[in-house]
Structure formats: structure tokens, C-alpha cells
């Protein structure tokens, strides 16, 4: 060996050491907290078990899986872990429903959640291309129930003016015969009686049930407080409470001992818990997907639909609000990127998903996307697609339609869903509105499809928009 | 038919219910379809410049001839072996680029044009709508019928096509998947080119020579941007395309001349060469470069991804 080619030699051996010691250490990791956001129902837990099984089998897929996914070349190697500190999400369970012989969606989630995705991947930038080809990053998927979301406008308000609204709500012609017993129980209560638990536990149940009821009777979706309106979950009597008007806080607040009082500490305890519930799933955000479920919304009927924007738009304003003063005016304080899509897109026919955008950005308004990320995309996506599109004649003309099986029902049929509206309807609109748009049982895929993509609408742009 | 009972007969379609095969399937759209709008172009080149080209190639075929003529009566009348030579290797010279310029419009005749995919495509990305994207794919197939690298590309991303994918999509994935490598070749063809062409006129020592490899060059350059691309622009850019090249190459020329006047003035003839001779170069270069992107822009079946 020449002293010209040792000397070569061990160059190259000192540079690839640099190279390994640069992939080990922590500058070559990346790591990205994507907060799923969305209402009860809006396909959060599908939507992370498709996504992480996408990021899985996406190196390996066709390009007609993932045709809007080019990124997904740069992917070498996909690990699935825990978040510590946060349960894991049941990763394998979910899957394991939808590829079973008889596959079913996955229940409501009760509980708080995570999945962290270690992707090995070759796009390392500019810069570090000089010492690396390899990079690795995290993806910290959090899944929490729906109802715990709404929780948040709850933080930027006074206990007074909670009430108010939630009194006005509980007064509008939806509500009014939901809320009746709870009103009359309490428009009898005296804030300053002394305070008495039974009682309090009493009126406070009555609000539940309420609430409750509106869930489940009205489909409505702006129930507040969101954890007490979980039917599975066990609240502690002596942690209810339920708006008051007449009680108000601060200087002119009840005092102590007596039922406003009580009201007032047990609000401010549930709102510790919230506070604490925002700070670990979007605190330190770099990434947001809002999942909005429009069709079953418009679907239930005019008062469905104007809750569900009311819960949006409050939800939206209260993203606003908590974020520190100094912060709203910094551009860097911004997420990076807020991906909002309008799921369930396999229950409307292909043409459709124009009007199902449109109707999105029209829900959400665009001064919230400009104020809330730098970067933001609307799509109209299906986590897992339990439809088909064809397109079939009828009288003699080439009509769209949806092969699948509808929810509670073991056959395939062909359905017409109907044209659903671009824009927010008037009230005077809702009659002449010309849809019908069903649920649908998951596909029966089988396990072939443990190491093979799931079928899915627009997964790959999401997927795209955010990790590129 | 269907399965609502008849009691219950439903009024609208939406609320009706079919099992598969009650309803025959559509037919899918032709590729013939007429596009609903069609902006009427111009007429592609005006008479003054065909009367000026046809005028051009007549006057140069007439010169060869009576150069032909004048060459075979001297050999024939004085017997001079160096007329019957030149006449012979005149003959030749005129033969042989017949032939080769035959066999270019051969292939180029073979080669179809991009205008109406090109046209589809920009129709289809102003509408912004969904379900026509398939045409395009159609359409393209025909253009590429004898070339199995693309079609087979284009079956993939036919493949990957769903409902749901818009036609700007398609239009997208057609660029990355087939165009934007076809770009890349292009692109560095054009910049090799244009260097060609720099160092060329750098190197010619007379102004005609200059305008020569410009020429050849730039001919070049096109034709092998046809070759990429697999198609040939419509009727009306090769008017576009060789006024630039005839452009290009008088300039150059003009360019020279000024240029080696300028040398001869200047005291420091040296310098004066030097920096003469690269500024040149540079607008040589800069000129082949745009004659290049106007090419591409031209033969290209589909608007380039912004």
C-alpha cells in the first residue's frame, strides 16, 4: 500500500466514523409533536391507526398507493413506540379490529392516549447532507376524547360568563325541552344558602343528564363541560357543578361555605385539569390536524350543524385566546402546519369532495388558518374507504354512486348519497337540500392487509403536507 | 330492482337503495369528446414571411443550380477535370443533405406534435375540476403509441388514479412521474448546449464561422429535445423556434464583426480581444439558453409544474 492510499484510506475511515457518531447523536433527530384534534366522532383513533400503518408500509408500496406521498421514498426504516409519560395508544388492538374477520370501527375513546413514530429516513437537508445521509424523526401522535376539546373555551372565560352562555344555550327552542328539569331545579337554588352536597350532586346530575341527553338524543355537539358529557365515564358527585348566573367571581364573589362558593372551587379544580390536559397535548405543537366531521352534521339537520360550527368557532377562538400575548404577534409563534380535514370522504361520491372542502373552509373561516399556522391545507380524506365509486345509469344518464355496506347491514348495495352544499345553508335553504348520506361498515379487508396499505382518500396528501 | 318495499316507496334517489348490478354502469367518456372551449388561435405564420422563406429557399436552389450548370458546361465545353470534380462533389454535396434532411422530416414527421395534449391540459387545469383527468392520460397515450418507456409509465400512474383525484392532480402526478425527469435531462442537454455554443464562437475566428455553430447548435439542441421529449412542437412554434435561431445566429455574427472592429481600434489589442471575445461568449450562451427554454416550453406535452 502507497502512503498516498493509506493516507486516503484512513481519511474515508475518519469520515465515516464522523458520519455514524452524527447519526447516534441527537443533532440528527428530529422530533414533531402532531396534535389530532378533533370533535367526538370526527375519526381521531381511525385516523392514527391508518396514519401509523401508512407511515409502516409506505417504503415498501406501489406507487399507486400512496401517488401523492413522493416523500415516503426517503423513508428507510418505521418504529412504533411509547410516549413516556402518556398511555400507549393501542396501536395493534385497532388494527386488529379493522383487518378482522368481522371488522368493526373502533370504540369512542375515554381516555388520553399517544403513539410515537420513529421514522429512519434519508431527507436530511441541505446542510447536514455534508457529514450524514440519514436522519431520524419523531412523530408524537396524541389521541384523547373529542368531548375533552371543548373543554378548552372554557378557560378563557369567567365562571359568570359561562354560565350565561350556557344558559342561553339551555334556553335556545333545541335544548329547551332537555333542559327543563335542570332549569327548574335550578332557578329554586339560593347562591348563598349554605352549602349542601346532597343537594349540589343532586342538580348537578340533573345537568348531566341534560347534557347528556343532547348528545345522544340531539346529536349535538357543544356540551360543556366536555368529560361530564362522556356516557362511560364515572364523575365523582362531589366534583359536578353546573352554570349559575347570579354567582359571580373576584371582588363581588360568594362566600365561603355557602353554594356559590362551592360551585365556584369546583369549577376552577376542573379547569386545573384542563389546563393541564392543553399544556401536554399542544403545548410545544409543531404540527396540527383538525378532523371535522361535516356529513354526519349536516346529515342530523340544521340544529346539528349550526352546533357543531358554534363548537368549531368557539374552539378556534379559544386556540386564539391561550396563546401568550406576545406570542400572537410573533409569526414564529404560529404552528408550522395545520392540515384540516373533513372525514368520513368515502360517505359522498368523488365529485362532491369540492362542495365538502368548500363547506370546511366556510365552517372554519380563513382569518382562523391565517392566525393559526404558517402553512395550512384543507382536504377532503377517509382514513380507511369503505366505499366505491361507480358510476351506474339512471335513466339514461351516467350517475355517481357509493358500493359498500351500510352500517347495520351484512350486504353490499349501490347508494346515491346526493349532492351535499359548498356553502353553509341558510335557514331557509335546509328543506330544499337534496342528500342522504349513510354510515358505513369498515371494508373487509383480512389481515393480508397487515403489511399492506390500507385503501384510503387523500391519506397520502396529509401525509405529504406534513412530513415534507 | 329496488329494495324499497312498495309501501314505502321512496320519492327521491338519494333515499333508494340498489344491489350491484340492478342499475347498468355508464360508459366512460370518449377521448373525442369536444372541448367545451376553444380559444381560436391565430393564423401560424403571415404571408410576408412565408413569401420571405419561400423566397429565401427558391434563390438558394437557383443559385446551386446555375452554379451546377455553369460547373458541367465548362467540363463539358473546355474539358476541365476540376469543373467535372467540383460539379461531381456538387452534386454530391446537394444529394447528401437532401437525404439527411429527408430523413430528419421522416422522424419528425414520425415524432407527433404536444399542441393538443398541451391544450387539454391547460384546459383542464383552468376549469379545476375532477374526472376529466383520464382523458389526458388518453390523450397522451396516443401521442406516445411507439414509445414503451412512457406508455408504461403512463399505465402506472393511471393506475394510482382514484375518483377522487382532482384533475390538477393528475395533471401533478403526470409531471412528476414522466415530465419533470424528462425536465432534468432537458435542462442539462440546453446548459451543455449553451456552453457548447460559448466556447464555439469563442473559439471560430471569423464572424460567418460564428454564425455557423450557432446554427448547428441550436438546430441541434432542438432536435435532441424532440428526442427527450418523445413529440415535436406544432406547425406554428417552428416559425417561433427558427426565427429565434435565425435571430441568433445574424446577431452573433453582427456581433463578431463589431467586435473584431473593435479589436483592430483598440490599442491594446489583446485586451481588447480578451474582453471581447467573452462578453461574447456570454450573450452567445445566454441567447442558446433562451432558445432552449423556449424549445422545451414548446415540445413539453404538459404546462410546467410551478
Known sequence: MTPFSRLRTAAGSTLDGIAAAFDASPLSQRRHRIAVTGLQRSGKTVFITAFAHALRTAAQAPMASFPFFPWRTHVRDVELLEIPGVPRFPFEERLDQLLSEQPTWPAPTTGLSGLRVRIRHGDVGLLRSALSSNATTDLDLIDYPGEWLLDLPMLTQSFRDWSLQMEELANSAGRHDLATPWLDAVHALDPGAPENQPELARIGTLYRDYLLRCRQERSLCFVQPGRFALADETVDPAALFFPLSSVRSGLLSAKRGTMGAALLRRHADYLKRVRQFYGEVFGRLGKQVLLVDLLSALQQGHEAFADLGLAIRSISDAFDELRHPLLRLLPIARVDRLALAATKADHVTADQHANLVNLLRDIVGEPFLQATARQSGLMAVASVKATTDLKLKVNGLATPFLRGIPAGRDEVLDLQPGVIPGTIPTADQWGELGFNIRRFEPPPLGPAFRDRPLPHVNLDKVLQFLLA | ?306
Not at chain 2, 106 to 128: F, I, N, P, T
Not at chain 2, 228 to 256: D, E, K, N, Q
Request: glycine content about 8%; hydrophobic content about 50%; aromatic content about 4%.
Open chain 2, 1 to 306: 330492482m329496488s329494495m324499497t318495499p312498495q309501501a314505502e316507496t321512496p320519492r327521491r334517489l338519494v333515499d333508494m337503495e340498489f344491489r350491484p348490478g340492478d342499475l347498468p354502469p355508464a360508459d366512460a367518456p370518449s377521448l373525442d369528446e369536444a372541448l367545451p372551449e376553444v380559444t381560436t388561435r391565430p393564423p401560424a405564420i403571415r404571408w410576408p414571411a412565408k413569401l420571405a422563406l419561400g423566397s429565401a429557399g427558391l434563390l438558394l436552389l437557383l443559385f446551386v443550380v446555375d452554379g451546377a450548370v455553369s460547373l458541367l458546361r465548362s467540363a463539358i465545353e473546355q474539358g476541365s477535370l476540376l469543373d467535372l470534380a467540383q460539379f461531381a462533389v456538387l452534386v454530391a454535396l446537394v444529394g447528401s443533405t437532401l437525404w439527411l434532411l429527408a430523413g430528419q422530416a421522416r422522424a419528425y414527421a414520425r415524432l407527433k406534435s404536444a399542441e393538443r395534449a398541451r391544450e387539454l391540459a391547460e384546459h383542464l387545469a383552468r376549469l379545476g375540476g375532477v374526472g376529466s383527468g383520464g382523458r389526458l392520460v388518453g390523450v397522451l397515450d396516443a401521442l406516445y403509441a411507439g414509445n414503451p418507456e412512457v406508455r408504461g409509465k403512463l399505465g402506472a400512474v393511471s393506475a394510482a388514479l382514484q375518483p377522487q383525484h382532482t384533475d390538477a392532480d393528475v395533471i401533478d402526478l403526470l409531471n412528476r412521474e414522466i415530465f419533470v425527469p424528462m425536465d432534468r435531462r432537458a435542462d442539462d442537454r440546453i446548459q451543455r448546449a449553451a456552453l457548447r455554443a460559448s466556447l464555439g464562437v469563442a473559439a471560430c475566428p471569423h464572424p460567418a464561422l460564428d454564425a455557423l455553430v450557432v446554427l448547428g447548435i441550436s438546430v441541434a439542441l432542438v432536435k435532441d429535445l424532440m428526442q427527450i421529449y418523445g413529440l415535436r412542437h406544432s406547425a406554428r412554434a417552428v416559425w417561433r423556434i427558427i426565427s429565434h435561431v435565425l435571430f441568433s445566429a445574424s446577431s452573433t455574427a453582427v456581433m463578431s464583426t463589431v467586435v473584431e472592429f473593435a479589436m483592430k481600434a483598440a490599442q491594446d489589442r489583446l485586451a481588447a480581444a480578451v474582453v471581447g471575445t467573452a462578453g461574447e461568449a456570454l450573450v452567445v450562451a445566454r441567447r442558446t439558453f433562451a432558445l432552449g427554454m423556449l424549445a422545451k416550453e414548446e415540445i413539453r406535452p404538459l404546462p410546467a409544474p410551478r
